[in-house]
Every structure is written in structure tokens, then in C-alpha cells.
């Protein structure tokens, strides 16, 4: 039943990088979007970056160029990339999944239905 799994958070320290990866079920894995979440301590679900099946990519302001998500379709696993990591992208960072096609004008959590478990992710300052 569990539909998307994030994995490869962690603790790191600043200038760092990680990987974070989710996989998906196939079902869900083929939706018109893939995005990633993340929820800093004491602040509001934000959008990180989306992937949409047409090949639209879309990026929080000032994380496009630092973050970076693809997808390794025979895997049905998405990633995001973060480099350069700062204290600032302490947060719980969720994969999730729109199965409408409007999830391409942005990345608004309201259009999607299917969201993972979270992965914590820690930067040392």
C-alpha cells in the first residue's frame, strides 16, 4: 500500500551535499508530476522542485542551481540532488505525487494526493 518511500537523509555539515531518493510505485511513478517537499521546524510545508512527466522542472526561487531533481524511470525512483547545503535546509523533505495535469504551473501541495513519509535531513551550521 505505501506508494512513494523517501530514503537517503542525514545529517551533514555545511557546504555539504546528499542525495535524497524516493521510490515509487509504478502506479504513482507514472503521474503527471513528481515533487519534492520539505518542512523546516516551526515553519509551513514548502515546495522544493518539480519534475512533471511532459518535462516541465520547476524550482523554489533560489534553490534552482544548488538543488537539482531527475528520475531514473527504469527504477520508478525520483531524486533530488542538494549541494552546497546551508543550515537554512534543515527540514523534513517529502516526495509526493499529482495525477493532475495542472501540478505543472508550480509546485502547490493542494494538487497532489500522494505523499511519502518524509526524510529528515540535518545541517550542521
Known amino acids: 500500500q505505501v506508494q512513494l518511500v523517501e530514503s537517503g537523509g542525514g545529517s551533514v555539515q555545511s557546504g555539504g551535499s546528499l542525495r535524497l531518493s524516493c521510490a515509487a510505485s509504478?502506479?504513482?511513478?507514472?503521474?503527471?508530476?513528481l515533487a519534492w517537499f520539505r518542512q523546516k521546524p516551526g515553519r509551513e510545508r514548502e515546495g522544493v522542485a518539480l519534475?512533471?512527466?511532459?518535462?516541465?522542472?520547476r524550482y523554489y526561487g533560489s534553490l534552482e542551481g544548488r538543488f537539482t531533481i531527475s528520475r531514473d524511470n527504469p527504477k520508478n525512483t525520483l531524486y533530488l540532488q542538494m549541494n552546497n547545503l546551508a543550515s537554512e535546509d534543515t527540514a523534513t523533505y517529502f516526495c509526493?505525487?499529482?495525477?493532475?495535469?495542472?501540478?505543472?504551473?508550480?509546485?502547490?501541495?493542494?494538487?497532489?494526493?500522494?505523499w511519502g513519509q518524509g526524510t529528515q535531513v540535518s545541517v550542521a551550521s
Open positions: 519534475l512533471a512527466a511532459n518535462g516541465i522542472t
Open positions: 509504478p502506479y504513482v511513478y507514472t503521474s503527471p508530476c
Open positions: 509526493a505525487a499529482s495525477s493532475q495535469w495542472a501540478c505543472t504551473r508550480g509546485i502547490e501541495a493542494r494538487l497532489f494526493s500522494f
